[in-house]
């Protein structure tokens, strides 16, 4: 399994994608409250799946896993009940695992503030991973559909006909 992962980073560069649109939108961020869900388990040493390293020490980062043996705060996504308190929160590579997705996209909605972003990466042709809890692929057109109250921008992995995965930044709405 493990290699079929490394075969998909490698020929359809998902990570780099994914890195890429993180970096130039972390250089813009400032000051902001950010919560980083599955940061991930330590791989040599270092949590490789975080994205903290692009984000400047002027924010209030956190990092969290729904395994507690990861060492972050522990977070369900599905049973995250905050309002308001978050400027950014960064869910890659998480809502293809979780069952009850349309939960967890109304709790990202709740628990960011005003004009508050949430960055999402999600796969769409691409390798089964941590099986059994990989439940989801989602097209551009359920993704529009999913984050409606959102002003969302999708950019795509790939090509559109043959995405491998999506990159999303949705704007919490104004009330």
């Not at 599955?38 to 984000?55: A, L």
């Not at 209030?60 to 977070?75: A, L, Q, R, W, Y």
Request: aromatic residues 14%; contains cysteine; charged residues 30%.
């Amino acid at each position: 399994m493990k290699l079929s992962i490394s075969i998909a980073h490698f020929l359809f560069g998902i990570r780099r994608f994914q890195n890429r649109n993180i970096k130039n939108i972390a250089k813009k961020i400032r000051n902001k409250k950010i919560l980083e869900l599955g940061s991930g388990k330590k791989i040599n040493g270092k949590y490789t799946y975080s994205v903290k390293r692009f984000f400047d020490n002027s924010n209030e980062f956190i990092m969290s896993d729904i395994n507690p043996k990861f060492g972050h705060k522990t977070i369900d996504i599905t049973k995250l009940d905050v309002k308001h308190k978050f400027d950014v929160i960064l869910c890659l590579n998480v809502l293809e695992h979780v069952f009850d997705f349309r939960k967890a996209i109304d709790n990202l909605y709740n628990a960011l503030k005003p004009e508050g972003i949430a960055l999402i990466v999600v796969p769409a042709y691409y390798p089964l991973h941590d099986e059994p809890r990989d439940y989801w692929r989602f097209t551009e057109h359920a993704l529009k559909k999913l984050f409606s109250k959102f002003s969302i921008n999708i950019k795509i992995c790939g090509l559109r006909k043959y995405p491998i995965g999506y990159f999303l930044v949705a704007k919490k709405k104004q009330n």
